[in-house]
């Protein structure tokens, strides 16, 4: 099962800008986590965020949390072309003892 | 040490061949998972373990066998698979009992090419 669906599904951006992308659930979660993986290679955990909070930051990243919409973005300010990777949302729906990822967004930062 | 490691990185295998993959972390993690994942897909659990026995399997066909040896290891055995099984397999552990709550570390794959 699909739980996260994410937006957009590849986005180009120059380096220096920010990147903003987007994450859809259906079901009530406890916690929803955001990861990163480089082509090919084993996914990176950048941020838990707990059902209770809107808002967590981490470096360059930020990520926020509207339950009543069932969404969360994550923005990575000031890119890189180190940032070019694939962004996974992931969340444990109905609090089950397992993570759904979304869809994910591959991300291309030019330089 | 915070790293899961797997072996092999690469492995290409018959469709009568038996194989093994291997996991090992050393973070005093008791949960430990396994996920499938084809190109530009995400991953896809397939089992979990949780002190260090079977607590979820996501309908995979028998022909996946995992084992939980001990606390640190987790091993999928591989037998007479099909060509739609080429993937890249990871590994990833997590504190407490498995799940959503805690953040999941990954092993870099093994990148699996059945013939």
């Known amino acids: 099962s699909q739980q996260g669906e994410e937006d957009p599904q590849a986005l180009s951006i120059q380096e220096g800008e920010n990147a903003t992308m987007n994450c859809s659930y259906k079901?009530?979660?406890?916690?929803l986590q955001w990861y990163r993986q480089n082509s090919g290679r084993g996914l990176v955990h950048l941020i838990l965020?707990?059902?209770?909070?809107r808002e967590k930051h981490s470096g360059r990243l930020r990520v926020t949390l509207d339950t009543s919409k069932k969404s969360s973005s994550l923005l990575i300010t000031a890119s890189r072309a180190a940032d070019t990777a694939s962004y996974f949302c992931?969340?444990?729906?109905?609090?089950?003892?397992?993570?759904?990822f979304g869809q994910g967004t591959r991300l291309t930062i030019n330089p | 040490d915070t790293e899961v490691t797997q072996t092999p990185k690469h492995l290409v295998m018959g469709m009568t061949n038996k194989k093994s993959l291997k996991c090992e972390q050393h973070?005093?993690?008791?949960?430990m998972y396994w996920y499938k994942q084809k190109a530009k897909k995400p991953p896809e659990l397939m089992f979990v373990?949780?002190?260090?026995?079977?607590?979820i399997n996501e309908s995979v066909p028998s022909r996946f066998s995992p084992e939980c040896p001990n606390s640190s290891l987790l091993n999928l055995h591989l037998h007479a698979l099909q060509p739609e099984d080429s993937a890249l397999y990871l590994c990833?552990?997590?504190?407490?009992?498995?799940?959503?709550?805690?953040?999941?570390?990954f092993g870099p794959g093994t990148r699996l090419t059945v013939l």
């Open positions: 992931a969340t444990d729906e109905n609090g089950a003892q397992k993570l759904v």
């Open positions: 079901t009530s979660i406890n916690n």
């Open positions: 373990y949780s002190y260090e026995k079977l607590s």
């Open positions: 973070m005093g993690h008791r949960a």
């Open positions: 965020i707990r059902s209770n909070e």
């Open positions: 990833a552990s997590s504190q407490g009992a498995g799940g959503g709550y805690n953040e999941q570390f």
